[in-house]
């Protein structure tokens, strides 16, 4: 069983950036590979970035390449997402998840555990 909380959400003006975290409790996460997704307002929630359970694999949808970086500290427990270069059409609520494999996913239904979401609004 994984505990998921996100935490460093917040307002943010375009070209800006944020950190958001997400502290996980269970023994289990170390061998969890995690994931972000987001959901914004009148939309379906989105894959993000995916992580694999060392941190080996990553992968982001195109929407985000190239300007998230998503890690994890396994020692503490905690998985990040950090976010630059952030527009308007980043703002949602973001959602980490973590499922009970390996490897990474890319699609809701392949995460067992998931947090109470942060919302990230990037003003014009």
């Known amino acids: 069983q994984v505990q998921l909380v996100e935490s460093g959400g917040g307002l943010v003006q375009t070209g800006g950036s944020l950190r958001v975290s997400c502290a996980a409790s269970g023994r289990t996460f170390s061998t969890s590979a995690g994931g972000w997704f987001r959901q914004a307002p009148g939309k379906e929630r989105e894959f993000v970035a995916a992580?694999?359970?060392?941190?080996?694999?990553?992968y982001y949808a195109d929407s985000v390449k190239g300007r998230f970086t998503i890690s994890r500290d396994n020692a503490e427990n905690t998985a990040y997402l950090q976010m630059n270069n952030l527009i308007p059409e980043d703002t949602a609520v973001y959602y980490c998840?973590?499922?009970?494999?390996?490897?990474?996913?890319?699609?809701?239904?392949?995460?067992?555990?998931w947090g109470q979401g942060t919302q990230v609004t990037v003003s014009p």
């Open positions: 992580i694999s359970w060392n941190g080996g694999r990553t």
């Open positions: 998840a973590a499922r009970s494999l390996y490897s990474t996913g890319t699609e809701e239904h392949e995460y067992d555990y």
